[in-house]
């Protein structure tokens, strides 16, 4: 499995394996809605998706699922990515030089929770005040930025929209600085 959002800082499946990991050809962008995790259908968040960039490469956590576990992790994994995601079959490279085939969860214009593009001011207002079943958008934006940050390989998108929400006065956990 590949992860590029939720997946590096919470996979919450059992896993042999997890290692740095890049993906060629794509980039990670917050242009998908959240209306069951992060949101609500009647205030939808903005969750990542990867978007096909030619001489793109996306950063992430490749984890090797075991034999028994792969059926079960596979269904959960379905059921969490429902709104819009679709599984596709990639070569990922690992930072240890191997690479290898994995699963990654990808969310196209095609589905309806596609919202596509938008200025990041747009896309940090939303996420701020966004707030689901799963937690806060922030804390999402937020546990991605430091994951990646963990890992070494910040992302330009996510530092730039968590830049433009603390630009908006929003503290952690989405509560409004104190001015």
Same mark, same amino acid.
Request: glycine fraction near 12%; charged fraction near 20%.
């Given at each position: 499995?590949?992860?590029?959002?939720?997946?590096?800082?919470?996979? #919450?499946?059992?896993?042999? *394996?997890? %290692?740095?990991?890049?993906?060629?050809?794509?980039?990670?962008?917050?242009?998908? #809605?959240?209306?069951?995790?992060? @949101?609500?259908?009647?205030?939808? @968040?903005?969750?990542?998706?990867? %978007?096909?960039?030619? =001489?793109?490469?996306?950063? &992430?956590?490749?984890?090797?699922?075991? #034999?028994?576990?792969?059926?079960?992790? $596979?269904?959960?994994? !379905?059921?969490? /990515?429902?709104?819009?995601?679709?599984?596709?079959?990639?070569?990922?490279? $690992?930072? !240890? @030089?191997?690479?290898? =085939?994995?699963?990654?969860?990808?969310?196209?214009?095609?589905? +309806?929770?596609?919202?596509?593009?938008?200025?990041? !001011?747009?896309?940090?207002?939303?996420?701020?005040?966004?707030? &689901?079943?799963?937690?806060?958008? $922030? *804390?999402?934006? *937020?546990?991605?930025?430091?994951?990646?940050? /963990?890992? @070494?390989?910040?992302? +330009?998108?996510?530092? *730039?929209?968590?830049?433009? %929400?603390?630009?908006?006065? %929003?503290?952690? &956990?989405?509560?409004?600085?104190?001015?």
């Amino acid at each position: 499995m590949f992860g590029y959002g939720s997946l590096v800082w919470r996979p #919450a499946f059992p896993f042999v *394996e997890q %290692v740095p990991a890049s993906l060629d050809g794509f980039v990670r962008r917050f242009w998908q #809605a959240s209306p069951d995790h992060r @949101g609500t259908p009647e205030a939808p @968040g903005r969750v990542v998706t990867l %978007v096909a960039h030619a =001489g793109g490469r996306v950063h &992430g956590r490749a984890f090797r699922v075991g #034999a028994a576990d792969v059926a079960g992790v $596979l269904a959960a994994l !379905d059921h969490r /990515e429902k709104a819009g995601y679709d599984a596709l079959d990639v070569t990922l490279a $690992l930072a !240890d @030089g191997r690479s290898v =085939g994995a699963r990654v969860y990808v969310a196209t214009p095609a589905n +309806p929770e596609f919202l596509g593009p938008a200025a990041p !001011d747009v896309i940090a207002r939303q996420i701020a005040s966004s707030h &689901g079943p799963s937690g806060s958008n $922030l *804390e999402y934006l *937020e546990r991605l930025h430091d994951a990646l940050a /963990e890992l @070494g390989v910040p992302d +330009p998108h996510v530092t *730039e929209l968590l830049a433009a %929400v603390r630009g908006l006065g %929003v503290a952690s &956990g989405g509560r409004r600085e104190s001015r």
